[in-house]
């Protein structure tokens, strides 16, 4: 299986700061990367996929980057509602895996 | 817009049966090649992938779970399944419904269903 590692597992940040999630898999995954955002008591809901296209509805201030096997999810400008987990899941091949998750709480 | 929606028991006794039901409303879930996904998460702890089929049969399970997971597609009642055996307190998780496209891209989830393992 492909393992993925995300870092920090946890970061506190404020309203209008700039931040950065980065994602590692074990292996190259070419640019199938993916990545979530999880509210309590929500579903996951599609950001960005295949490395840096934005989902359709989500707010251009989400940005994703990289390729084979190191990424990263930039929020340009953090908003109240973007406080929420951040989970990455390769695409490349299954058993598809996630990481473990970056929790954004605020500061 | 489309919508995925969970159902099924919310406590399973151990060693038995888990079967769930996804309905896929606002759209035919036999138009597109997508996959129809199952995925879960135990408390506190990571997603886990546990498999997908399609309208046209075409399954692919987790290995580690695939000896107990079966699933299956609907078409004429618009909604695919899951059926998990042998349950042990470790496959106490929420339960969730995706829809999946190429390159194993989870657009559309339901909002999860809590199973509890428990006697």
């Known amino acids: 299986d492909i393992q993925m590692s995300q870092s920090p597992s946890s970061l506190s940040a404020s309203v209008g700061d700039r931040v950065t999630i980065t994602c590692r898999a074990s292996q190259s995954i070419n640019n199938y990367l993916n990545w979530y955002q999880k509210k309590p008591g929500k579903a996951p809901q599609l950001l960005i996929y295949a490395a840096f296209s934005l989902q359709g509805g989500v707010p251009s201030r989400f940005s994703g980057s990289g390729s084979g096997t190191d990424f990263t999810l930039t929020i340009s400008s953090l908003q109240p509602e973007d406080f929420a987990t951040y989970y990455c899941?390769?695409?490349?091949?299954?058993?598809?895996?996630f990481g473990l998750g970056t929790k954004l709480e605020i500061k | 817009q489309l919508h995925l929606q969970e159902s099924g028991p919310g406590l399973v006794k151990p060693s038995q049966t888990l079967s769930l039901t996804c309905t896929v409303s606002g759209g035919s879930i036999s138009s597109g090649n997508f996959f129809w996904t199952w995925i879960r998460q135990p408390a506190g702890k990571g997603l886990e992938w546990i498999g997908h089929d399609s309208a046209t049969g075409n399954n692919n399970y987790n290995p580690s779970l695939k000896s107990r997971v079966t699933t299956s597609v609907d078409a004429s009642k618009n909604l695919f399944s899951l059926s998990l055996s042998s349950l042990t307190a470790a496959d106490t998780a929420v339960y969730y419904c995706?829809?999946?496209?190429?390159?194993?891209?989870?657009?559309?989830w339901g909002q999860g269903i809590l199973v509890t393992v428990s006697s």
């Open positions: 899941q390769q695409g490349h091949s299954s058993p598809y895996t």
């Open positions: 995706a829809r999946g496209e190429h390159g194993g891209v989870f657009d559309y």
